[in-house]
């Protein structure tokens, strides 16, 4: 079946460590997202990338990095300079073509700094 | 800029009573309009979407919503709701591009 994948579900991390969050896709879409999730307020766009090897800041970029070196692959990178990391993190994909089509997404990995 | 608000951080209803979650957005131009449910701790999945043409639209699990251009909104509905039913409810807006403007949900609560 066709789908986004992430891993890990859950991941703990200690002040001043860097993570990095694994999405996945084989539903050959084109663009690619990252969100963060907090309680009350809804999704806010991290990065996205509508091709390989190129990407765009979001709305809440500073703190993360990301890369896209195959189509089916966007890793996020929570580097220590995020100074609030502890979140729900949401990958998403859509295809690309005229107007703003669905996105697909995958089921999340809750991100805990200790 | 563009905007979505979901006035109802939640709502409880009854199983068998009818639902409405209330969007409205702001958009210069012919919006594209989407609903999705995400339930607890997993991803979201889309309920239904808007373009163009009728602007009733049907989704999945027994959903619609309505366009209104005079009103800016897009209020989701279902006739009879199901305790399977209880999510976090989110209204979004193609942006232009590729991104989309997602509103804060709305938690459904159901009461047997």
């Known amino acids: 079946d066709g789908g986004i994948t992430q891993s890990p579900k859950y991941l703990f991390r200690k002040e001043g460590q860097n993570v990095t969050l694994s999405c996945e896709q084989n539903?050959?879409?084109?663009?690619m997202y990252w969100y963060r999730q907090d309680p009350g307020q809804g999704l806010r766009l991290i990065y996205y990338?509508?091709?390989?090897?190129?990407?765009q800041k979001g709305d809440i970029a500073e703190g993360y990095s990301v890369s896209r070196e195959k189509k089916e692959s966007f890793p996020l990178t929570v580097t220590s300079a995020q100074k609030n990391p502890t979140a729900f993190y949401l990958c998403?994909?859509?295809?690309?073509?005229?107007?703003?089509?669905?996105?697909?997404f995958g089921p999340g990995t809750r991100l805990t700094v200790l | 800029a563009q905007s979505v608000t979901q006035p109802d951080i939640h709502i409880t209803v009854s199983e068998g009573a009818s639902l409405e979650l209330r969007c409205n957005y702001s958009?210069?131009?012919?919006?594209?309009l989407f609903w999705y449910v995400q339930s607890p701790g997993q991803g979201l999945q889309l309920l239904l979407k808007?373009?163009?043409?009728?602007?009733l639209v049907q989704g999945i699990k027994g959903f619609e919503a309505e366009f209104k251009r005079s009103q800016s909104s897009f209020n989701l509905r279902k006739p009879s709701v199901h305790w399977s039913d209880a999510a976090e409810y989110f209204c979004?807006?193609?942006?232009?591009?590729?991104?989309?403007?997602f509103g804060a949900g709305t938690r459904l609560f159901v009461k047997a």
């Open positions: 998403a994909s859509s295809r690309l073509g005229t107007g703003v089509n669905e996105q697909f």
């Open positions: 539903l050959n879409h084109d663009a």
């Open positions: 990338s509508q091709i390989v090897n190129d990407f």
């Open positions: 958009y210069g131009a012919t919006p594209y």
């Open positions: 808007y373009f163009s043409g009728d602007t």
């Open positions: 979004a807006v193609g942006a232009g591009g590729f991104k989309t403007i």
